[in-house]
């Protein structure tokens, strides 16, 4: 019997089995695809931008140069980070002081975290499509590819069709599509036409980038096309035509696929020994690109938590708020995306207030208290550090917070040398702290995520305390 059941070796079940590998956990993922070689994970289809928590996360596994060099970034983070849309509007970073992210393809993210979650023990089984799931208070038993499967745990991170969430009956509620969105790597015989970036029209939206091939589209049919049959040629070179007002024409398509902005979240993320975790557990539309960074998320949040075996019920209370924020940031942008008066009138006014610093400052700050290094857990207690990220301190011994915290453990910073602190640091890392200016507290305890689970006087940490982190 394994520990811990992964449906799903995307990026979100691969970072949750090595957070499980890290803690001596036994687990085997089952992917359905027989093969992780696909053109939508592979650049330009594959592209995706990580925020600034994602790649704390990264750094703090040592996981952080691998993913730069598999991604083509030598300049981290000077020429990382681009600058992103609200609504098709592009922004402009310099006009926001927020930390960078950067701009990879889920083909390195994979890459990198495959290679990591083997070395660490990991099983991975693919063409293993999970076409059952029972569950008793034991055990989870799941069936795949014909065989039959035991563990401790499940979790279903096998994507915004899961049919882990399926199985194992959990409700998934939300608001249903717009649009059916358009991705496709095309010949374009008179790409002139079309202007490169985010093009919102009177009847729709289009986005052209990397070159002359790739086209992204959004046209506004209630999402009535998305997976009713594979585009053909004639249909997408339609629907680009009435969403740019051109005749332009495509003499050629590579590959193409559809989505929708769909915006459903699951009720609660656990049904006993069964835990949803990234599109298994909420779907949205991918304007803002928020879904992979929210994924790795519930993937890093999570994965204590079951190593532990405690605080599992922590999990559903602290990141079911995050994906609702998350659902309605992309509901917003589809709002103001719609092709009709009133929408457009919205846009003019966004890009007014887009046009301006604090605008600007307004849509990255939000995005980092969703998904960054100022996401916020509520974990009780009066400090201002108590639930958020916590900041990279210095130690005394030259090194920094994110190099202790490779092999997933909590972390206890002392920044007195209190030996009454170093006694109680049985169950964590001990770690002497330079004092800074800027936290008023004599200790702070930082989960095994990363988040400040405690920050205060010495005298007061205790089994309290202690109970946040492990």
Not at 247 to 273: I, K
Not at 422 to 450: I, K, N, S
């Given at each position: 019997m394994h520990d811990v059941l992964i449906a799903g070796a995307g990026p979100v079940g691969l970072l949750l089995a090595c957070e499980l590998g890290l803690a001596g956990c036994s687990v085997l993922v089952l992917e359905r695809d027989p093969t992780p070689d696909s053109p939508f994970k592979s650049q330009p289809l594959g592209m995706r931008g990580l925020s600034a928590g994602s790649i704390e996360a990264f750094r703090r596994r040592g996981m952080l140069d691998g993913l730069l060099a598999a991604s083509g970034i030598d300049d981290f983070p000077g020429g990382a980070r681009g600058g992103g849309h609200f609504a098709g509007i592009m922004l402009d970073p310099a006009r926001a002081e927020t930390p960078p992210g950067i701009i990879t393809s889920l083909e390195a993210v994979e890459s990198v975290l495959t290679g990591r979650a083997l070395e660490l023990g990991v099983e991975i089984r693919r063409g293993a499509a999970v076409d059952g799931v029972t569950q008793d208070g034991d055990k989870v038993v799941v069936e795949a590819a014909g065989h039959r499967f035991e563990a401790r745990r499940l979790v279903g991170c096998d994507g915004g069709?899961?049919?882990?969430?399926?199985?194992?009956?959990?409700?998934?509620?939300?608001?249903?599509?717009?649009?059916?969105?358009?991705?496709?790597?095309?010949?374009?015989?008179?790409?002139?036409?079309?202007?490169?970036?985010?093009?919102?029209?009177?009847?729709?939206?289009?986005?052209?980038?990397?070159?002359?091939?790739?086209?992204?589209?959004?046209?506004?049919?209630?999402?009535?096309?998305?997976?009713?049959?594979?585009?053909?040629?004639?249909?997408?070179?339609?629907?680009?035509?009435?969403?740019?007002?051109?005749?332009?024409?495509?003499?050629?398509?590579?590959?193409?696929?559809?989505?929708?902005?769909?915006?459903?979240?699951?009720?609660?993320?656990?049904?006993?020994?069964?835990?949803?975790?990234?599109?298994?557990?909420?779907?949205?539309?991918?304007?803002?690109?928020?879904?992979?960074?929210?994924?790795?998320?519930?993937?890093?949040?999570?994965?204590?938590?079951?190593?532990?075996?405690?605080?599992?019920?922590?999990?559903?209370?602290?990141?079911?708020?995050?994906?609702?924020?998350?659902?309605?940031?992309?509901?917003?942008?589809?709002?103001?995306?719609?092709?009709?008066?009133?929408?457009?009138?919205?846009?003019?006014?966004?890009?007014?207030?887009?046009?301006?610093?604090?605008?600007?400052?307004?849509?990255?700050d939000r995005l980092d208290a969703m998904t960054g290094l100022s996401l916020r857990y509520d974990l009780g207690g009066d400090h201002p550090l108590a639930g958020r990220n916590a900041p990279d301190f210095a130690l005394r011994d030259g090194t920094h917070l994110a190099d202790?915290?490779?092999?997933?453990?909590?972390?206890?910073?002392?920044?007195?040398?209190?030996?009454?602190?170093?006694?109680?640091?049985?169950?964590?890392?001990?770690?002497?702290?330079?004092?800074?200016?800027?936290?008023?507290?004599?200790?702070?305890?930082?989960?095994?995520?990363?988040?400040?689970?405690?920050?205060?006087?010495?005298?007061?940490?205790?089994?309290?305390?202690?109970?946040?982190?492990?």
């Open positions: 069709r899961s049919a882990v969430r399926s199985l194992a009956g959990f409700e998934f509620a939300g608001t249903g599509p717009q649009f059916t969105g358009y991705l496709m790597l095309a010949t374009i015989a008179d790409p002139e036409k079309l202007r490169f970036g985010f093009n919102l029209t009177p009847t729709g939206m289009y986005l052209r980038t990397n070159g002359d091939r790739y086209v992204g589209m959004m046209d506004f049919d209630g999402g009535a096309y998305d997976r009713s049959r594979p585009p053909s040629r004639e249909h997408l070179q339609a629907v680009l035509r009435r969403v740019s007002g051109t005749d332009v024409t495509l003499t050629g398509v590579e590959v193409a696929s559809t989505f929708t902005d769909r915006a459903m979240q699951a009720t609660t993320y656990r049904r006993g020994r069964v835990f949803l975790a990234g599109d298994a557990a909420h779907i949205h539309s991918p304007l803002g690109g928020q879904g992979l960074n929210t994924g790795l998320g519930d993937a890093m949040n999570l994965g204590w938590k079951l190593a532990a075996g405690d605080l599992l019920d922590s999990y559903t209370a602290e990141r079911h708020p995050i994906a609702a924020r998350v659902l309605d940031w992309t509901r917003v942008q589809v709002a103001a995306m719609r092709p009709d008066p009133h929408s457009q009138a919205v846009q003019g006014m966004l890009r007014d207030l887009l046009d301006t610093r604090d605008g600007t400052a307004y849509v990255f202790r915290m490779r092999d997933g453990r909590a972390v206890l910073l002392d920044f007195t040398d209190d030996q009454g602190l170093r006694a109680q640091a049985q169950h964590f890392r001990y770690a002497a702290a330079q004092p800074t200016t800027d936290v008023e507290a004599d200790a702070v305890l930082v989960r095994p995520d990363g988040i400040v689970a405690w920050a205060g006087a010495a005298a007061s940490f205790g089994k309290e305390a202690a109970g946040r982190a492990q």
